[in-house]
Every structure is written in C-alpha cells, then in structure tokens.
Nanobody, 124 residues
Framework: QVQLVESGGGLAQPGGSLRLSCAAS????????MGWYRQAPGKERELVAA???????NYADPVKGRFTISRDSAKNTVYLRMNSLKPEDTAVYYC??????????????????WGQGTQVTVSS
C-alpha cells in the first residue's frame, strides 16, 4: 500500500513564503513523475508544477519565477518552495506521484497517487 503525506501548508502574508513537502511511503519500486496541483474554491484542480525522475521541471505560467519544485529521490519526497505569494495562490494544494508498486495480483504496475491536500491561505 502506498501513501502520500503532505505537510507545510498554512497562512502566509502577501509576499511571504511557504514550503510544502510530500513524502511517499509503502511498497515502492520506483517513482516516475511527481507534481503539485491546487484547487481554489469554485475552480477546477490545476497543475502547479511537475518534476520528472530525471529532474526536468515544468511550471504553470502564474507561478513561474516564484515557485520551485524539487525532489529527494532517496527520501521519496517532493517539495514546493513558494515565494512572493499572492492572494490568488490561496487553494488546497495536492501532491501527485506516478509510482510503480505491486498490485493485488503480485505484479509490478504504475499507478497515480494523490496526497490528502494541504491548505495554503495568502492573506494580510
């Protein structure tokens, strides 16, 4: 069984910073792409940033230059450093990972996993 556990959300002032962490645990053979998504009230979930197993990164336009995604493969952990926060960054942030694990038939297969979500609120 695989779990993604997030931490690091909270309240920040405009212009402030937060760092989110997401650790994967369980029966993991390998982790492919990892990423962060967010969902604001009344809006659809959207991609914020993604990172491949090789370290290539991709960012949504609204966060380019302000957010940085990174990963520690030894710890099965992905991070999101958020600087220059704006009120429009307020949302629930979810981590996502494509993980190879054993399925119920005992075979290795890749599945998408999601964290439980962590609230980020940017307000003065």
């Amino acid at each position: 069984q695989v779990q993604l556990v997030e931490s690091g959300g909270g309240l920040a002032q405009p212009g402030g910073s937060l760092r989110l962490s997401c650790a994967a645990s369980g029966s993991i053979f390998s982790i492919n792409d990892m990423g962060w998504y967010r969902q604001a009230p009344g809006k659809e979930r959207e991609l914020v940033a993604a990172i491949t197993s090789g370290g290539s990164t991709n960012y949504a336009d609204p966060v380019k230059g302000r957010f940085t995604i990174s990963r520690d493969s030894a710890k099965n952990t992905v991070y999101l450093r958020m600087n220059s926060l704006k009120p429009e960054d307020t949302a629930v942030y979810y981590c996502n990972a494509r993980i190879m694990t054993r399925n119920r038939f005992g075979r290795w297969a890749e599945y998408d996993y999601w964290g439980q979500g962590t609230q980020v609120t940017v307000s003065s």
